[in-house]
């Protein structure tokens, strides 16, 4: 799971900064891996109303109040990027929909949203807003309940073994045991890792670094001895009893 946290410009801002922060918004989104389930949040400044025309992929009708600017933009922004508007699914009541309370308390709108990519549609439950946390702000928490269901891990193919490690109190075991490491660390520093992904190199070399320390590891200092367990004697618990 990934979380984006975002705080958008006013209505009222001029389109320059508008831009600049769906441009940032945009680049902070491709850094996530794409099969991430992925939670856009935070206060848009964007009333999306219910009118979902042309953009039913995007948002229900289930949200509140009349549109206004910045809510063209989010709407562009989650059809272009396969994000759908939470707040706006549910058939909560509107106490349950408006996030956002002014301070003379007669204007409330529904202005903080929460998004979440398209193919983990259906693991988000509900979305509504919690009046009664004190966050000592004109917004109200808005929360989700989200629903995962996670594959079972297959088995571990990769064991530790336990190696003799008391051989290397022995002066010579423990310079071939060094030698066999300096050798084979030099080997691996030769590798050329310029054609994978950053994060492919850094799983590959982690295998190499470990494969170094155990073919090392075997060759010198071989496996440790198991030692049997001592089996209790019932008969003479018993008798002795």
């Known amino acids: ?9 006013t ?20 850094n996530v891996h794409r099969r991430d389930l992925l939670l856009v949040m935070g206060d848009l400044n964007a ?10 992929r995007v948002m229900g009708r289930e949200g509140c109040g009349l549109q206004n600017n910045n809510e063209e933009r989010l709407v562009e922004w989650c059809a272009f990027n396969n994000m759908i508007i939470g707040g706006t699914l549910f058939p909560n009541r509107n106490i349950q929909k408006l996030t956002w309370t002014s301070p003379n308390g007669r ?26 946390a004190d966050a000592s ?16 891990a297959g088995p571990n193919k990769y064991t530790t073994p336990i190696y003799d490690i008391s051989r290397l109190q022995d002066p010579r075991t423990k310079k071939a045991f060094v030698l066999q490491l300096r050798n084979r660390f030099q080997a691996l520093s030769n590798i050329d890792e310029q054609d994978n992904e950053e994060e492919d190199a850094v799983n590959q070399q982690w295998k190499q670094v470990r494969n170094i320390f155990d073919e090392a590891s075997k060759t010198c200092l071989g496996m440790q001895k198991t030692k049997k367990k001592e089996r209790m004697d019932y008969t003479r618990h018993v008798a002795g009893y």
């Not at 799971?1 to 410009?9: E, G």
């Not at 801002?13 to 918004?25: G, I, M, P, T, V």
């Not at 009333?47 to 039913?56: A, I, L, P, Q, R």
């Not at 204007?107 to 009664?132: A, F, T």
């Open 137 to 152: 702000s004109d917004h109200h928490l808005v929360t989700a309940k989200v629903r995962l269901k996670l594959r079972a």
């Open 107 to 132: 204007d409330q709108n529904q202005i903080d949203h929460l998004m979440v990519n398209s193919m983990w549609r259906r693991s988000l439950l509900d979305v509504r807003v919690k009046r009664g």
């Open 1 to 9: 799971m990934s979380i984006i946290q975002c705080y958008a410009p």
């Open 11 to 30: 209505n009222d801002s001029n389109d320059r900064d508008k831009e600049a922060f769906y441009e940032q918004l945009q680049a902070t989104l491709e």
């Open 47 to 56: 009333k999306v109303g219910s009118d979902n025309m042309n953009f039913e």
